[in-house]
């Protein structure tokens, strides 16, 4: 450039300014060899000078992509020849045959603002960040608490589990209607789905509980699905209400058990499910009075899904509520058939314990027409069996062959309109193959 451009007369100094200072000039390639870099380090000649003209620059940040270091040469180490005032700036490297081509086409490309990665534009942010929904963070916390505890401080579990159980009912309360809309039944449902998040920091609580022990202790679960049933009824001093106001409640208490059932079978916790199942709950009204019951008052009818919104939307389907528990089934864990076989296993047991009516599988449609729960098949197994007899309440064999053999479900046992009935539990395994493998 100064063999075209600097003529006798003209002020050395100024024109070197020039390539600071002048709009015309973008970039200034600084080649990096040897006797640059010594003169530069030692400020001698016309280097020297350049690089007092440059540094302030560099440091005071003019454009950071101004100045490109141009490596053309390294030492015996292999080190670039990088004076120090442009040390921390990224360069190109020609000082080796097998860099050149592609480090050369990295300088046009940058020289021509042609660059070989695009940067995408900005996306848009995710709708959920402005939904007003309330969010869970706390019982999802605590989660992470408990998980560090039992790694760490295993006897705060307990406390921790407390904690965990106070807070959801603290998040349940968020949901309660106070003002019914209409659609209502839509209102109902709106509620529904807001809510999946505190399902899912239940089955995440249920997981860790039982990970904790290998035989885990069933109270608080009992404890827990005792209180949440005030959810169902309306608090003490309401005075006006509709017995549909409370439905999203149910709705999510149903779901809750049956995926209590689906978890603490993944998880090998039969005996402790035994125990859920056989237990007597003792439930509080809104006047404070007890009562007791089995798991069956867990058990929701819906009206508000299956019978308003159904008759609204003109809906074909069995029942609105069983699909709208299939679609919420997205946990990797618990696929859909797992879900389905819990439902169906509460239906099978609330049988053999002779319930004063049997817990109804809504979810059994969605299962396999012809498929056998692998719980079920594997008690062929007399090592399964040892396994699973706690689920039964049993200890011998002869003991469960017995109670399947009294099974009787209810004669046309299906929803209305259908040709798939509940499958009996003699689908699943004849009392004859029971402990018939080792």
């Known amino acids: 450039m100064d063999k075209w451009d600097l003529q006798p007369g003209h002020d050395l100094y100024s024109f070197m300014e020039s390539m600071v200072h002048s709009d015309e000039i973008d970039k200034v390639l600084i080649i990096c060899d040897k006797g640059y870099y010594e003169k530069a380090e030692a400020r001698q000649g016309g280097v020297g000078t350049e690089t007092q003209i440059i540094s302030p620059e560099v440091y005071s940040d003019v454009k950071q992509e101004k100045f490109i270091p141009i490596v053309s040469e390294r030492d015996e180490n292999s080190k ?149 049933y005030r959810f169902t009824q309306p608090p003490k001093n309401v005075s006006s209400y ?41 439930i509080k009204d809104r006047f404070n009075r007890t009562e007791h019951s089995n798991y069956q008052i867990f058990y929701a009818r819906h009206s508000v899904l299956d019978e308003i919104r159904k008759n609204r939307l003109e809906s074909r389907l069995f029942s609105i509520a069983a699909d709208t528990m299939t679609k919420r ?34 979810l059994y449609v969605y299962g396999e027409e012809m498929g056998k729960i692998e719980l079920f098949q594997r008690i062929k197994s007399k090592r399964h069996f040892e396994k699973v007899k706690g689920l039964f309440m049993v200890n011998t064999p002869e003991e469960l062959k017995s109670l399947i053999m009294s099974f009787e479900q209810p004669d046309n046992y299906r929803y209305q309109g259908s040709f798939r009935a509940v499958p009996s539990l003699a689908h699943h395994i004849k009392p004859e193959e029971i402990c018939t493998l080792l």
């Not at 208490?253 to 056989?278: P, S, W």
């Not at 696929?335 to 819990?342: C, K, R, S, W």
Request: proline share 5%; glycine share 2%.
């Open 80 to 228: 670039p020849y990088i004076p120090t005032y442009i040390k921390s700036r990224m360069y190109i490297d020609l000082s080796s045959d097998e860099k050149f081509e592609s480090e050369y086409e990295r300088l046009l490309r940058h020289l021509y603002k042609r660059p070989e990665y695009r940067k995408p534009a900005l996306g848009q942010a995710p709708s959920w960040l402005f939904d007003d929904a309330p969010v869970h963070f706390k019982t999802a916390n605590i989660n992470k608490q408990i998980r560090d505890a039992i790694t760490r401080k295993p006897s705060r579990v307990t406390s921790l589990a407390k904690e965990f159980i106070y807070c959801y009912f603290d998040n349940l309360d968020q949901f309660q209607i106070e003002n019914m809309e209409n659609p209502f039944d839509q209102q109902i449902m709106d509620k529904i789905t807001d809510m999946l998040p505190l399902r899912d920091d239940y089955v995440e609580f249920l997981e860790l509980l039982c990970s904790v022990e290998k035989e885990m202790d069933i109270s608080p679960i009992i404890g827990f699905f005792e209180d949440v």
């Open 329 to 362: 089934a997205n946990l990797r864990k618990y696929p859909l058939e797992q879900i389905v076989n819990a439902d169906l296993i509460l239906h099978y047991i609330s049988v053999l314990d002779k319930h004063s009516w049997a817990w109804f599988p809504i």
């Open 242 to 282: 509709r017995e549909t106001q409370y439905d999203h409640y149910k709705f999510l208490i149903h779901e809750l058990y049956i995926y209590t059932v689906a978890v603490m079978i993944e998880n090998n916790q039969f005996d402790a499910l035994g125990e859920l199942l056989k237990s007597e709950f003792f």
